[in-house]
């Protein structure tokens, strides 16, 4: 009597069998190494710019609002960094003979953009929206702390998912009156009076964050 089919291909298969338990494992901890990098997980991060742009200076010193230059904040998933020609609106007359300003200039007469380097960046498995957020009464502040005292940008929360989950199972404390969103020091009078505000605005609004993976991940 011959064997059965099943065992002998069984036989022939152990092997790769062994791979995939060796593999899995293996693949899991790069997934898990990849998602810890640094840029995501890395309160304080803070690379130096080409140009020693102060928020502090013009966001709070000045109080230019934050869509004059990040104009596309309220209308698209990605806050657009401001180009030359915005800067020069004020810079061809205010300090323009400023050293520091020196690639402003350079920049706008070459038409080559000034090179920001990127200081907040999700990994490319995620998606994230401005818009989604700015316009259902998530000020800047609740992700980017007080920019508008910033000398330099820095990252001040950890953009890792367990923090994107805790606002969008309890958005009540994270809510705000729409024209206050780019207002950075607007604060309820008291936790409770937060409370009454987040829960009146999530019902006229009927906001629902979502949990589920395809919100973040499609
Ligand atoms: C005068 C123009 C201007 C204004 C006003 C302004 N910004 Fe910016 N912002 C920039 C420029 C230029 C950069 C890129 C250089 C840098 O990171 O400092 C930037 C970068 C940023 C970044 C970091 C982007 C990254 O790479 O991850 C954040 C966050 C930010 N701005 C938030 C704000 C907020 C919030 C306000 C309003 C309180 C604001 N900005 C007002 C010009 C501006
Ligand atoms: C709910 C959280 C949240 C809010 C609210 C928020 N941001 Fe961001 N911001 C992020 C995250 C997360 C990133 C990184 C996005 C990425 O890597 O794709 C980011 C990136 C940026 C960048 C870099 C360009 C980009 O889009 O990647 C700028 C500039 C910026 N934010 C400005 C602002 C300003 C100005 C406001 C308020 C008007 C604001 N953000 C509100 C979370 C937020
Ligand atoms: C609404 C007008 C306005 C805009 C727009 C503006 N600035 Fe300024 N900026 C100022 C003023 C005012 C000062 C302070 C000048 C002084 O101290 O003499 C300043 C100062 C600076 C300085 C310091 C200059 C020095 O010599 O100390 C830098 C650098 C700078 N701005 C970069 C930028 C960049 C980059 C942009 C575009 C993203 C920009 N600014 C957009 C008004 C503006
Ligand atoms: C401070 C609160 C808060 C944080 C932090 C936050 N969210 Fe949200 N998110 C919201 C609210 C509020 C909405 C709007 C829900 C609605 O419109 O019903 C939303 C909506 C969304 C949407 C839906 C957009 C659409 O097209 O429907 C996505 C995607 C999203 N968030 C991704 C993220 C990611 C990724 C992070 C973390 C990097 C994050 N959010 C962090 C409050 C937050
Ligand atoms: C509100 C947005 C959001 C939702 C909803 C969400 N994620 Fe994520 N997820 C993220 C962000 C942001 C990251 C990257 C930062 C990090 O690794 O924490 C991430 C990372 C991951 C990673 C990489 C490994 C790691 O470090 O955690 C896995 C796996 C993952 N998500 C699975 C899921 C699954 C499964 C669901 C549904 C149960 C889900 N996510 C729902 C935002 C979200």
């Not at 205010?94 to 960046?121: C, F, M």
């Not at 969008?168 to 705000?176: D, M, V």
Request: charge should be neutral.
């Amino acid at each position: 009597m011959s064997k059965p089919y099943l065992p002998l291909w069984f036989d022939r298969a152990r092997p790769l069998f062994g791979a995939i338990l060796l593999f899995v494992p293996l693949y899991l901890l790069g997934v898990a190494w990849f998602a810890a990098d640094p840029q995501t997980i890395d309160i304080g991060y803070s690379p130096t710019q080409p140009v020693p742009f102060s928020h502090a200076l013009h966001a709070g010193e000045l109080g230019l609002d934050c869509r004059y230059c990040h104009t596309t904040v309220e209308k698209a998933a990605h806050a657009a960094i401001p180009s030359t020609e915005i800067c020069m609106n004020c810079h061809d007359r205010i300090a323009p003979n400023s050293p520091k300003l020196a690639l402003v200039r350079e920049s706008y007469a070459t038409g080559q953009p000034i090179p920001w380097v990127r200081v907040h960046d999700l990994p490319d498995f995620v998606y994230f929206d401005h818009s989604a957020h700015v316009n259902r009464g998530v000020s800047c502040v609740e992700c980017h702390d007080r920019v508008d005292r910033m000398e330099r940008v820095y990252q001040a929360r950890t953009l890792r998912m367990g923090w994107c989950l805790e606002c969008h199972r309890n958005p009540e404390p994270h809510l705000r009156p729409q024209d206050q969103i780019t207002n950075l020091a607007w604060q309820a009078g008291s936790p409770e009076e937060q409370q009454r505000i987040g829960e009146e605005l999530r019902r006229k609004n009927n906001i629902q964050p979502s949990t589920s993976c395809s919100t973040c991940h499609r």
